[in-house]
């Protein structure tokens, strides 16, 4: 039996119960075994295991110049819960590649950022994950520019990086498709007066797929909000007056509780009286809410896991351009969705006649 010890076992401990040399157990346990004899090799590997004895990761990397580790540097991923998904994504993937994942977390600070772009190069990781919470076209840190490096729910102003952000375009689309499926033709968008990326493109979706439909845009049916949780006067006149849409497409689904609680006020029932569809399928709101929302999903998890496959194709040298990956985001159908009043009674009586 060999013996205990409290402490991590070196290669010169598997050596002397083994009763081989250090460079003899070493060529063993790295798999390079056709000079000795079965006996040697087995008693070298039965003693490693049973002492614990794990090879020095750090040693190895120098050797194959490779740490097997990827770094992720965001923005307030780590410390939000709404994109955790985005974390397991990329870990899964991270993990299946052989690679172990190391996240930074910086809040937002610039100092922080570059302190932990640094860490990063200091610890030689084989490929960098430069993410943001949410989809932003960003200023790309020279810093980056060593080490392969893909941008997850972010874009580069220049086009020398891969990326993967959702599809924003389209997802609208799919929102106003599925209303004007139900029979909509006056449908408005709830946005936000943030200047975001995400909410020029959900309104470029929403226009095209109108015009698609041969339904003219009409600046009058968007109104904005803000992201407060709280109705401003402008979006109570918005529900309330005569010509009312009959269908809203929210930027997301916070906006999309704050039109509940709006209709539930002014006395319209949803989807009876107004149909709605929100954006991002956030757990603690969208499944929640009565009637359950019908909204988009926004891929975190898939995107994690484009962006690690991504720059594993880099860091094994492939030749392939910096693609810029628009991830789909499906829709997620629950209640909230129904006909429209006018339009579904017209259609009975003419049925009728």
Known sequence: MAPQHSTVARLKDVAGVAGVSSATASLILNGKTDSFPGGTIERVRSTASELGYRPNAIARSLTRQRTHTIGLISDTIATTPFAGATIRGAQEAAWAAGHVLMLIDTEGDAAVERAGIDAM????????????????????????????????????????FASVVPDEI???????????????????LVQTFDPVVAADERLAGYRHELEANGISFDPTLVVRNELDGVASPALVEFLSGPDRPSAVFC???LMAFVVYNTAQRLGLSIPGDLSVVGFDNQETVAKWLDPGLTTLQLPHYEMGRWAVEHLERLIQGEDVSPEQHRMPCPLVERQSVGPPKNEFNEVNQSNNE
């Open 121 to 160: 190069h200091d610890r030689r990781v084989d490929g960098l994950l430069y993410a943001r919470m949410h989809h932003e076209i960003v200023e790309v840190p020279e810093q980056l520019g060593h080490v392969p490096t893909v941008l997850l729910d972010a874009r580069a102003t220049t086009a020398d």
């Open 251 to 253: 930027f997301n689904d």
């Open 170 to 188: 389209g997802a609208a689309r799919s929102a106003v498709s599925h209303l004007i499926s139900a029979g909509h033709r006056r449908i408005g």
